[in-house]
């Protein structure tokens, strides 16, 4: 009998490196995975690693996972690389980095960027997008870099996402996905491809078309695995890499949202809510719709910047006992926190959160600060807890219905993604706030999933992504809203919440102006 091909897809995130071993029905046969450092922060505000150190982490899951499954290397046909978005690496003309990788949790910024001609300024002025340019300008990692570290731009020969570096490791061809152009870059998101050359972003950015990787679709060929990465990873040289994209459009593909009446609902570091669409469609007016994991396909997509790292400040400032108690029973402190939530009503008796912990462009503002409301004696840490799950979920309520007026497609069913949603307690309040059932994938490794899913169509062993997608996702459980507390919630939500960042908003400006906080470039 003739064994089954595998797929190995690799994922690089914020928090782990994993590689992974998918048959073409979408199971996951075999897993490895690191835990790894995400940044070291020499200042405040700084977030940069090693990138030898992501490469290292990656070989080292590779090299445990055919530790642990000798028998199953010789059934890959292909790999294919997801990574976090937005995080960037400077190599030289020997394609060597320059400088430890700059992490898309970094915050500095610049004041000093290139002007814009004035034939191309006037436009933005007149469409309102003054401060939306502005700051695209001071947070380009391109722009601070050139001007804090002038000698070592200049020796920048490429100018690479983490995904461009790792598949450059991978082949040794400096080639990128398109779905993975995610950051700070002169791309055009509605043609899949670099802006052209009489593109404002051009004048606006420090970088060079040459310094930037050549870039192919989502399911294309970037190359073969090189020897130096054969050995390296364990990973057989001139096995085909497949282009994938970044973690979220792998996520949101993995999940099986691939029309816009499905919404994909990311509770991760980011918490995301994103619908796939064929048209281009912005989340918010001037705010593209980033490449999906699928060629020619889009994914609208609303964003809570800090999202379920929100959880792990939890842990951190008011959740020690569990954290020693997890310590000691061997598993994640998150698992005990499920109680805190069986410990407190729907609603949390009035406590409401606004998880915006760290400003935005438009929506919420620059002056954005999060906000926590109707405390009373009894309140306790069971119900801040409560708080701040709920208060994610109103902040992608509020994404979800606002992409449904612009995809003009209502949302019927969730497909929810991310450490949050292993929690049934979790999944059961998003369902009630929502309004709608939540619906967890078979497997937790959505991201790995959508690379696998490029990586089948690539390698012919479903014909379409349609097919694909059908056959390799599928639902885990589902959770059906309640009523009795979905009422509850729809009450808070359009009473308490949807009016709170406008009330607050004048303070949160008062505040910065007093404090200089968020700074000003």
Known sequence: MTETPLLLALDQGTQSARAMLFDAQGELVAKSQRHIEPYVSAQPGWAEQDANYFWEELGQACQALWSAHPDLKSRVVAVSLTTQ????????????????????????????????????????????QKETLRQFRSKAECNW??????????????????????????????????????????????????????????????????????????????????????????????????????????EVLGAGAFSPEVGNLSYGTTATFNTCNARFVEPIPFVPAYGAAVPGRYNSEIIVQRGYWMVNWFKREFAQPEVAQADALGVAPETLFDAFLDESPPGAMGLMLQPFWNPGVRIPGPEAKGAIIGFGDVHTRAHLYRAIIEGIAYALREGKERLEKRNKVPVTTLKVSGGGSQSDAIMQITADIFGLPAE??????????????????????????????????????????????????????????????????????????????????
């Open 440 to 521: 967890r994938p078979h497997t937790t490794e959505t991201s790995g999933l959508g690379a696998a899913i490029n990586a089948a169509v690539a390698m012919k062993l479903h014909p379409d992504y349609a097919t694909a997608v059908a056959a390799m996702t599928r639902t885990g459980d589902r959770f059906e809203p309640r009523a009795e507390y979905a009422g509850i919630y729809d009450a808070l939500y359009g009473q308490v919440y949807r009016r709170l960042y406008d009330r607050l908003s004048p303070l949160y400006r008062s505040i910065r102006q007093i404090t200089g906080y968020p700074r000003r470039f």
């Open 145 to 250: 870099l050139a001007v804090d570290e002038p000698e070592m731009w200049a020796k920048t020969r490429h100018f690479l996402l983490l995904s461009g570096y790792l598949n450059y490791r991978l082949t040794g061809e400096v080639k990128d996905c398109t779905a993975s152009q995610v950051g700070y870059l002169p791309y055009d998101y509605k043609r899949h491809q670099w802006a052209a050359a009489h593109d404002f972003k051009w004048k606006a950015l420090q970088v060079t078309r040459e310094q930037l990787p050549e870039l192919v679709s989502p399911g294309e060929i970037l190359g073969e695995v090189t020897a130096a990465a054969s050995r390296h990873t364990g990973i057989p040289k001139g096995l085909p890499v497949v282009a994938s994209g970044a973690d979220k459009a792998c």
């Open 85 to 128: 978005r937005a995080s960037v690496v400077c190599l030289d003309r020997t394609r060597r980095p320059l400088r430890p990788a700059v992490i898309w949790l970094d915050q500095r910024r610049t004041a000093d960027y290139p002007d814009l001609p004035w034939w191309m300024a006037a436009p933005v002025n007149l469409l309102g």
